[in-house]
Structure formats: C-alpha cells, structure tokens
C-alpha cells in the first residue's frame, strides 16, 4: 500500500482574508518528511537524509504565512495557469487575443501573473491510505484575464522509498492554457548552505536539445542541439564549473526532455559531502533548470539569508511561451472534453 507507515499531521498555518491556512505534514518510516500547505499548494519543507542519517531540509521557504503571503519567487509554489513567460502577455486562444497582466520589469507575463494560483486559498484532501494530500482550485473565466472556468488538483504523495510525488489535473469548459508545475528551490547540502554549496552539486539532464532564450528569457522558437555548447548536461558537470560560463549569469532554460505522457528519469542532481541524490522523474516534454541569479536578498526560514545561486529549481511544464510557438510540441491550450494530466517525481538516494 502506498500510504503505509505514511504519518499525516494538520495544524494552523495563519490566517488569510477569514481563511484559516493549514499545514498539513507527511512523514514516512525513514524520517523524511514534507511539509504543504494550501495557500498556494506550497510545498514548504522538504526534510531528507544525508548520507550518514543526518536529516536537513533541502529547499527555500518560511517560517510563517506572512512569509509567502509577501514573497515574490514563487518559492516552494503551484505554478499556473502558465508556468514560465509568455512573451508581452500576449497569447491567442480559439482565434481570439487576450492579453495578460504584466509582471516582470521587461514587459512579460510571469507564472501566471500577479494573483496567479501561488496567490490563493486551495481547497484541500487528506488521504491517510495514500499517504497523500490533494489541493484543488476553479479558477474562474477572466482570472488574471485568462478564458474560460478551470477546476485543478495537485496531489502530493510521500512514498516510503523517498519520493514526493505530484500528480497535477484539470478541466476546463472553453479553450486556455494550462501549464502547471512546482516551484521549489533545492540546495542539497540545505535550504540555508548559500551559492558555494550549490556550485559544487553536479547537475546531469537527459537532453539532446534545448531551446535557447532572447534577453528577456523568451524563448527564441529555435529548439537547438545541445551538443557542443555550455547546455550539454548529458553528462553530469559540476554546476560551478559551468555557470560562470553563461552570459546572463546563470540558467533559466528549458531542456528538451522527451514525449508527453511518458514518464521517465530525466535529471539527476548530486551533492558529494551530503551524499544526496535527487533524481526527477516526469511526463511533460520539457524541463526548466533555474539556478536562482535573479533571486534577492530575502530572509527566509529558520534565520538563513537566502541570496542569489543559493538553489535551483527544476520545472516540468510544457515549453515556456508554447501558446505562441506553433513549432513546439504542445501549445499548453487545453479544450473542453480533454483531461491536463501530469505527473512528476522527485526521488532521493544517498551514496
């Protein structure tokens, strides 16, 4: 059974517009846990064991409600309705214009805008026999001037083989786009270890080709070889040796990882002095690494100082921008009568 020895504990999380926020923690019989909450469907802390049985929390987040109600990274966060950029917030669906709030300094619309799903009260399901928690959202027609009603679930899974599983769903009554994915920032040496530990993890995504981005991070509309250039992560590479290499700074690309539907092991990232492996896992046909070069300096949980390169995200979505890429393999625009179905791992070893 997948819920066995799965422990689920509820608690207050804060208040928000006469919403109580709740917490909800999952912890398995190796001790690794995480903690969700539904503001957002945040994942909130992420606590894994080392290589010799010493646990710490591997991503960024914070010790209260008032932390995300005021956070701007999307940090630990459901991303949606559109994971990524969409170029001017501009996009076309069923022959009609629409044009999205803008939230970025160049002009773009970013993960759904402003007040997109990181920015709202879930409906929550506890699932003691799964060993899951679900978080479900109807996003209405017009929201952050999106078409169309959309009803959404995430469903968190702790597996007792040291996984977080996330299974994403959604309808939708009239044409929109629908890119979810999760937004949490990992450092496997600890969410508060800073940019020098995360320089010496090695970084392996399984891409043949990646799609390369204009200065505002728009994807060009090429999809090009990796082979040959700094993106060839085929074989694992000291982040370190290779970020420093990248004009911009850092990653925030998008890497060409496979068929959608197919779920498959397409990253590795590995900390030596911890002994921490995670491996992902998805079924989406693209995979965001985001080295966190725009972050800012914030406070965040238990006194660290979260500052720029201190962890990186890995996104699997739809391709960044697809609503106006009618090259890439999936526009991210679901109709009415289809099911959004996604499903991604994060899975944790040691060595």
């Given at each position: ?17 006469d919403?109580?926020?709740k917490?909800?923690?999952?912890i398995?019989?190796?001790g ?17 064991p ?112 040291n ?18 994915t ?20 090695k970084?392996?995504?399984f ?12 994807p ?25 290499k ?12 496979g ?63 697809a ?10 625009i ?18």
């Open positions: 059974m997948m819920g066995e020895n799965i422990k689920i504990i509820e608690e207050d999380f804060g208040l928000y517009n919403s109580i926020i917490k909800f923690t999952l398995n019989g190796n690794m846990s995480t903690s969700l909450t539904n503001y957002g469907a945040h994942c909130i802390s992420l606590v894994v080392d290589k010799h049985g010493k646990m710490d929390d591997v991503i960024f987040g914070y010790d209260s409600l008032d932390g995300y109600l005021d956070d701007s990274q999307c940090v630990g966060a459901t991303v949606g309705r559109v994971s990524g950029r969409i170029a001017n917030g501009r996009m076309t669906a069923d022959g009609k214009q629409y044009r999205l709030p803008i939230n970025t300094p160049d002009g773009n619309h970013l993960h759904g805008g402003p007040l997109g799903f990181h920015k709202r009260v879930w409906n929550y399901h506890i699932d003691k026999d799964k060993g899951s928690v679900t978080f479900s959202y109807y996003s209405q027609h017009g929201e952050m001037c999106y078409p169309g009603n959309v009803i959404c679930s995430v469903t968190y899974t702790l597996t007792p083989d996984a977080l599983k996330l299974d994403y769903h959604g309808l939708v009554d009239a044409p929109t786009p629908l890119n979810l999760n937004h949490c920032y990992f450092n496997l040496a600890g969410h508060e270890a800073g940019s020098s530990e995360l320089f010496d993890h970084v392996a995504i891409a043949d080709h990646f799609v390369p981005n204009d200065q505002r991070c728009i060009t509309g090429e999809i090009k070889p990796v082979h040959g250039t700094i993106y060839d992560l085929r074989v694992a590479k000291r982040l370190g040796d290779v970020i420093t990248l004009s911009r700074g850092g990653f925030d690309e998008n890497f060409c990882v068929d959608i539907g197919t779920l498959r092991h397409v990253a590795a990232v590995s900390h030596t002095k911890s002994g921490r492996i995670m491996d992902v896992h998805t079924d989406m046909p693209g995979l965001v690494l985001y080295t966190s070069y725009m972050f800012p300096d914030t406070q965040g949980k238990q006194g660290a100082l979260y500052r720029q390169h201190g962890a990186l995200c890995l996104e699997c979505e739809y391709y960044p921008d609503v106006n890429h009618s090259n890439f393999p999936d526009s991210g679901l109709n009415p009568g289809h099911v959004y179905r996604q499903t991604t791992l994060y899975k944790f070893r040691q060595e």
